[in-house]
């Protein structure tokens, strides 16, 4: 039986240079000993020979696993890891074999070490020593569930490179003096302060913080357990705050209501004319004039003018895009750009006449980032199409299509409100509230992005042969 005596828990570097020497002699699980200094060597245990040179090829995913999970705290990890990597030199496919007892220990064990390393990264309270050279000095006192000081430090070193600090906890020290991150022996929490100054004004801040109207007890106890209140300098005021919350908030609904901004007023005025605008909208021509002066959101102020819809109101197919492009802009009409072109073909080839389509956009300005010379297209946000969705519901209304082709994500939530995946929706006739069908699939401008030119080929392929879906349902 060889025996390994670890003499710093948690240490990767060690544990991984016992291993390699273990698995280059070919040492089973079974016929290993692991224990650390404090536990001490049994009586008849063979100690193990020191790591031989040699590589064993592991997957990276397991090492970088490995250098986490042998920071958790059970007895029983430096032997169970060794089995995993033992295992996973003899069959490369072992973490994807998620009902492998084996494997799922090391995936809980990661998950465990990984909460406690975000919770680390949210719990720790510095308080400040003083200052020397012109440099702050903070130190604080953390007592995580395992043995991560190692795994957090560099996240430290890297938010608060312009002080000096200190984090101790029982295990082990992290030390950082604007140079070089070290790290020492364990301590206890006499060593750092109780209290400074920055922590009162914390604590005044959270309390202002603290809305009682909100408040969700599991919910913030779930996030921030009560294992590490003690160690929080809020965790004091959380008790009163949550007792007094109901209070609070009666308070709150008892209190006059503030005065109106007096640009409420203006806004309303403002709507008001729009809606009167909106009412006098009674034919395909009368929403074209209204688009172009449309200012319900900001993408009016750059593009030159707003695109409507065209086609014959008696269309039997609508097709709905994402918003103008360049050309569609400076012209004035949907689909006329690069991305017109390509659509144009995809019709010809599934015997679709665009002539007797109608088409038109979910947004209807175009919205672009200035770069040089060029304008490049940016995709409209779901406010954006949310807001410009009247004028699309009242092209629907005007048209009364029985098939709405919706060409793009964007397009998608324009018609249903909704957002949804294309592929969710692709290959399928649905039915819109009022009895109007829906076929879903790509804008047009997706192929002429992609540079695979073999998938590309396949993607049209599929674009096509959902517009011949589309004919046939119409017809």
Not at 69 to 82: M, Q, T, W
Not at 130 to 141: I, L, S
Not at 168 to 191: F, H, M, N, S
């Amino acid at each position: 039986m060889r025996e390994v005596v670890l003499s710093v828990p948690g240490d990767f570097a060690e544990w991984r240079s016992a291993a390699r020497g273990l698995l280059a002699d070919g040492v089973a699980p079974e016929e290993v000993s692991w224990c650390d200094s404090a536990a001490g060597a049994s009586l008849f245990g063979e100690a193990a020979a020191p790591a031989r040179a040699g590589a064993v090829a592991l997957p990276r995913e397991l090492l970088e696993i490995a250098e986490r999970v042998i920071c958790h705290r059970g007895a029983e990890v430096p032997a169970r890891l060794y089995r995993v990597i033992w295992r996973a030199a003899r069959d490369r496919l072992l973490l994807a074999r998620t009902t492998d007892a084996d494997v799922d220990w090391l995936r809980g064990a990661d998950k465990a070490i990984r909460r406690d390393v975000h919770k680390m990264h949210a719990f720790v309270r510095f308080r400040r020593l003083g200052e020397d050279a012109a440099r702050e000095r903070f130190a604080a006192w953390f007592e995580p569930s395992h043995r991560i000081v190692r795994l957090t430090a560099p996240f430290f070193q890297r938010r608060f490179t312009g002080m000096d600090w200190a984090i101790v906890t029982p295990d082990a020290r992290a030390i950082w003096q604007g140079e070089t991150l070290v790290y020492g022996l364990g301590g206890t929490k006499d060593e750092v302060p109780d209290s400074d100054v920055v922590e009162d004004q914390w604590r005044t801040y959270y309390g202002a913080i603290f809305n009682p109207a909100r408040v969700k007890i599991d919910a913030m106890r779930a996030e921030m357990p009560k294992k590490y209140w003690k160690n929080l300098p809020e965790a004091q005021d959380i008790a009163p705050l949550l007792a007094g919350a109901e209070a609070r908030v009666e308070r709150m609904r008892e209190a006059a209501v503030s005065m109106a901004n007096p640009l409420t007023e203006k806004w309303r005025t403002r709507v008001a004319q729009e809606l009167a605008l909106d009412d006098d909208v009674k034919t395909l021509d009368d929403l074209a004039r209204a688009v172009d002066r449309c200012t319900r959101c900001p993408l009016y102020c750059n593009a030159t003018q707003g695109v409507a819809g065209e086609g014959p109101k008696a269309a039997r197919i609508m097709l709905v895009g994402e918003q103008p492009g360049d050309q569609e802009d400076l012209q004035g009409r949907p689909f006329v750009g690069p991305a017109g072109q390509v659509l144009n073909e995809a019709l010809d080839e599934a015997g679709l006449d665009r002539r007797r389509l109608f088409l038109t956009n979910a947004v209807k300005h175009f919205k672009f980032e200035p770069r040089g010379k060029r304008r490049l297209h940016q995709n409209p946000t779901t406010g954006e199409i949310d807001i410009c969705r009247w004028w699309l519901d009242k092209e629907r209304a005007l048209v009364q299509p029985y098939l709405i082709v919706t060409l793009g994500a964007s397009a998608l939530r324009g018609v249903t409100g909704k957002s949804a995946s294309i592929k969710s929706m692709r290959g399928a006739a649905h039915e819109l509230e009022g009895g109007t069908k829906l076929i879903a699939t790509i804008h047009p401008s997706f192929l002429l992005r992609m540079p695979d030119r073999a998938r590309a080929a396949e993607e049209r392929k599929a674009f096509v042969a959902d517009l011949i879906r589309a004919r046939k349902l119409a017809a």
